[in-house]
């Protein structure tokens, strides 16, 4: 049976422990770095079939990985892209709000409307 971090975190001398979350800060930031092409990677997907989805230009798709800011229909349309659905929500201390409308497509929010 594999054994736990939180099982084996308090016997870590201090030093070991903050090293070990240096280097999980050190990768997540490297990740926020990379961008949204770390997803594209993990799905086993070329830049070139995303953008064959999405109906852009390679380049295009380049583009939107290595910005930092993009708009939500763009990554809505870059996460369907890869077979996915992108969610959002705010979350507080005292819990969470679902941002549903935010994600809709416009025909979507017109089909809202007239309900």
């Known amino acids: ?3 736990k971090w939180k099982d084996l975190k308090h016997k870590a001398l201090p030093e070991t422990r903050e090293r070990v979350k240096r280097e999980v800060l050190a990768e997540y930031a490297e990740m926020e770095r990379i961008g949204v092409g770390v997803i594209r ?4 997907q070329t830049q070139v079939a995303v953008a ?3 109906h852009v230009p390679q ?8 910005q930092s800011d993009c708009l939500l229909s763009t990554l809505r349309k870059y996460v369907g892209a890869l077979g996915g ?5 705010a979350v507080f201390p005292d819990g969470a709000v679902e941002l549903d409308g935010l994600m809709r497509t416009p025909a ?3 089909e809202q409307a007239n309900v």
């Open 108 to 110: 979507a929010q017109d």
């Open 85 to 89: 659905t992108l969610e959002m929500q």
């Open 52 to 54: 064959e989805q999405m």
């Open 1 to 3: 049976m594999a054994t």
């Open 59 to 66: 380049s295009a798709v380049s583009r939107l990985e290595n």
């Open 41 to 44: 990677v993990a799905r086993q």
